[in-house]
């Protein structure tokens, strides 16, 4: 069992960026599957990132050249780093790691402003 723990949210203008942090309650050593996700109001939850044990990083077509997926295996921290932020990027941003079950922290909110 993990427990995971996003900071980092807050209100910004567009253009601007924020920098989300994904504590966990364990190594990340060995965890090959991290990522962020976010929903939007009256949106489903959506896949923004995901990043291995290995490094390797996958991102939505949507933040694909903004967006940056990043971990310190050291602090047991996934990182979101969001440059170029648009007002559709508002949204609450959820970290989550597969260990057999998908676990999933409380989620933090983003807002840009137009």
């Known amino acids: 069992q993990v427990q995971l723990v996003e900071s980092g949210g807050g209100l910004v203008q567009a253009g601007g960026s924020l920098r989300l942090s994904c504590v966990f309650s364990r190594t990340i050593r060995r965890i090959n599957a991290m990522g962020w996700y976010r929903q939007a109001p009256g949106k489903q939850r959506a896949w923004v990132a995901t990043i291995s044990s290995g490094d390797s990083t996958n991102y939505a077509d949507s933040v694909k050249g903004r967006f940056t997926i990043s971990k310190d295996n050291a602090k047991n921290t996934v990182y979101l780093q969001m440059n170029s932020l648009k007002p559709e990027d508002t949204a609450v941003y959820y970290c989550?790691?597969?260990?057999?079950?998908?676990?999933w922290g409380q989620g933090t909110q983003v807002t840009v402003s137009s």
């Open positions: 989550n790691a597969i260990l057999g079950d998908t676990y």
